[in-house]
């Protein structure tokens, strides 16, 4: 038996691509249906989490855009810079938006009240560490597309270069994994 | 052709990747020790806070809220990131630096300030610190 490449044909792109957007049509449901929770606060989570979950996603899809840059292959930098700019814009998106929901975290009768008075930890440890590893994912990925139009097209013929800048895109979607976690964590146990 | 490939390749400099690097470490350092020293008294959260004003939502009371001294931490960030980014490229956008060792350092002193978020592990080295400057 012969093990050569596998290659799709096409009724196995449909597939693929069907299954991808039903997943992520299900997985945008989840941040969307914060916007009908009975809560004074239900638009700033509903946008959190879209935001958050749309940079996790984007995240997600360009750590395999970066496997390639890593290995030294040639890859399509003016796309990849595209999606970089993207993802920097949502990180910004979630970092802005994190702000605005931290408000009424904080508030009088808020999540943080509720945590402290039950799961003190939850709060001290978990959050305080959140709260600050949520923010490296947008300067990161802005550092990375900055790079990448700084040097241009001739980036590719320098390997440590695109190397260093596909490093960079997966150390900022492990953040964005760490952040979004916990952010899933507390907004289960609490909801603003 | 392969003339032009070449010249690309000695025009590109290794400098500006450093630079970019280095001034994301000490942005989010400067995150990691405004907040350490904020959670030492309420002065000196007050201190850092004050750096955060401008920021709208920075300051209030009630159900509402306020994101708090959370803004000082991330406008002193800001600053050191973008100043310290400006400096190092002027310094080094003309030298081709070694970025197999630098890489190593990136990421591992990346772990090292994470870890510096995890309390239970940076309480007591903070406390140890800030007693050895006299701090409460």
Do not use: E, K
């Given at each position: 038996m012969s093990t050569g490449h596998y290659t799709h044909d096409n009724f196995g792109k449909i597939v693929i691509r069907a299954q991808v957007g039903i997943a992520l049509a299900l997985l945008l449901c989840l941040p969307l249906a914060n916007f009908w929770f009975?809560?004074?606060y239900s638009l700033k989570a509903g946008i959190h989490g879209l935001s958050a979950i749309l940079a996790l996603v984007v995240g997600t899809y360009l750590t395999h855009r970066a496997l390639p840059l890593i290995k030294g292959m040639h890859v399509n930098l003016e796309s990849l810079r595209r999606w970089l700019l993207v993802a920097t814009l949502l990180n910004l998106a979630g970092a802005i938006s994190g702000n605005w929901i931290y408000m009424r975290y904080r508030g009088q009768d808020g999540p943080r009240d509720w945590i402290l008075e039950r799961v003190p930890a939850i709060h001290n440890v978990l959050m305080e560490f959140k709260e600050f590893v949520s923010l490296f994912p947008f300067p990161l990925m802005l550092s990375a597309t900055a790079l990448l139009y700084y040097y241009g097209?001739?980036?590719?013929?320098?390997r440590d270069l695109c190397r260093f800048v596909g490093i960079t895109i997966l150390v900022s979607w492990s953040f964005l994994m760490l952040g979004f976690v916990v952010g899933l964590v507390l907004a289960k146990l609490r909801f603003v | 052709m392969q003339q032009q490939s070449e010249s690309n390749i000695q025009a590109l400099r290794s400098g500006p990747v450093v630079a970019a690097s280095l001034a994301l470490l000490l942005a989010f350092l400067t995150l990691m020790v405004s907040h350490h020293i904020s959670r030492l008294s309420p002065g000196l959260d007050k201190l850092v806070h004050s750096y955060g004003y401008?920021?709208?939502?920075s300051q209030g009371k009630g159900p509402d809220g306020s994101i708090g001294s959370y803004t000082g931490k991330e406008t002193l960030a800001i600053g050191v990131w973008l100043l310290s980014w400006l400096a190092f490229h002027l310094m080094w956008r003309k030298q081709d630096l070694d970025l197999a060792i630098w890489t190593r350092i990136f990421v591992i002193s990346l772990i090292v300030i994470t870890l510096g978020f995890f309390h239970p592990l940076s309480d007591p080295l903070v406390l140890l610190i800030a007693g050895f400057f006299g701090l409460p």
């Open positions: 009975p809560s004074a097209l001739p980036m590719q013929t320098r | 401008w920021i709208p939502g």
